[in-house]
């Protein structure tokens, strides 16, 4: 186990890196921050499955339905009740948690494969109950999103969006990291481990599993609300079967086990099909042959071999003492 002065070291790194990536995305065009701004939104939902599934090693592909529930609950509530933004994505959130809080039913008796099944079939229910209800969430033809707004400045530029999108992101990812490093993240990592070991030294598991699945919920709607806020339209094609798929693929190529794999496979699944968009047709093959490669050379995943070359070469290089 490395040092943890060696994790906040590579810690500002990613959040100073990140910061120069947001600063070149808003000098450079609004279609560049708009690609940003849905990788800061992919990072903030993938954060939440590296805590369920990196870390407690639970399995859920319900995330594109439960950002269906805080996108939809943020529209509606700013729309038609007229609830302000900075108030509308909390509640959103806090109601997805409570959605997905019930997969923790499923969580408490189910495991591995029997439990993907049940979670990905109630984000199919998800979705299909939100197009099925048409007065309320305008069906299949979506819902127009009113433009977000705090204290009169409105968010209705590209720039702003990704300003207060990486503020969010921010504290979303120190949380996140925290979590990982104190007792409940230790407690996690046991239902991941053994969660027959962890019950025996008293562990609460059903409390750990709930708390593990509450919080990739919240996350998952708060990246729903945010798209809500990002877009003036928001449909059921937004959260497709493949959607959940995708953030699975984003925690595979990052790394699973650590928040900087959450952002960098976020940065990979959603900006280099846009980087690939000029092959045409090809695009996709390309991109399914880079992703092959990535998980068959780096399987655990991108981000550990980084640190593990960080730690040997820059932290402690070979001569230096240990």
């Not at 949380?175 to 969660?195: D, F, M, S, Y």
């Not at 027959?196 to 996350?219: E, N, W």
């Not at 490669?293 to 932290?315: E, H, M, Q, S, T």
Request: charged residues 10%.
């Amino acid at each position: 186990m490395m040092p943890r002065w060696v994790s906040r070291t590579a810690g500002v790194a990613c959040l100073s890196a990140l910061g120069a990536v947001l600063l070149v995305a808003i000098l450079w065009n609004s279609y560049t921050t708009y690609v940003a701004n849905l990788v800061l939104i992919n990072a903030i939902a993938a954060l939440g499955l590296i805590v369920l599934t990196g870390v407690a090693g639970q399995l859920s592909l319900a995330t594109a339905g439960l950002m269906a529930v805080g996108a939809y609950a943020c529209a509606i509530l700013m729309g038609r009740y007229g609830v302000p933004f900075v108030v509308a994505v909390p509640v959103s959130s806090g109601l997805t948690a409570v959605v997905g809080g019930l997969l923790t039913l499923p969580a408490l008796r189910l495991g591995g494969l029997h439990l993907a099944i049940v979670t990905l079939a109630s984000g199919v229910i998800i979705v299909q109950v939100i197009g099925k209800a048409g007065p309320f969430t305008g069906g299949m033809s979506g819902l127009t999103v009113d433009t977000p707004t705090i204290l009169g400045f409105a968010f209705d530029t590209e720039p702003r969006r990704l300003c207060g999108l990486g503020l969010v992101f921010f504290a979303v990812a120190t949380v996140t990291w925290n979590i990982r490093r104190l007792k409940p993240g230790r407690a996690l990592l046991g239902l991941r481990q053994r969660e027959d070991m962890a019950q025996m030294l008293g562990v609460d598991t059903r409390a750990y599993k709930a708390l593990a699945f509450a919080y990739s919920s919240f996350l998952a709607g708060l990246a729903g609300a945010l798209y809500a806020g990002a877009k003036s339209y928001i449909s059921v094609d937004d959260f497709t079967i493949w959607n959940s798929i995708y953030f699975y693929v984003m925690i595979s190529v990052g790394g699973a086990t650590s928040v900087l794999g959450g952002v960098v496979g976020a940065l990979f699944v959603t900006a280099l099909p846009e980087v690939l968009r000029g092959l045409d047709e090809a695009a996709q093959a390309v991109f399914g042959v880079i992703l092959v490669l990535v998980i068959v050379f780096l399987p655990n995943g991108v981000v550990p071999p980084l640190k593990d070359l960080w730690y040997a070469r820059i932290v402690r290089p070979p001569g230096t003492d240990r």
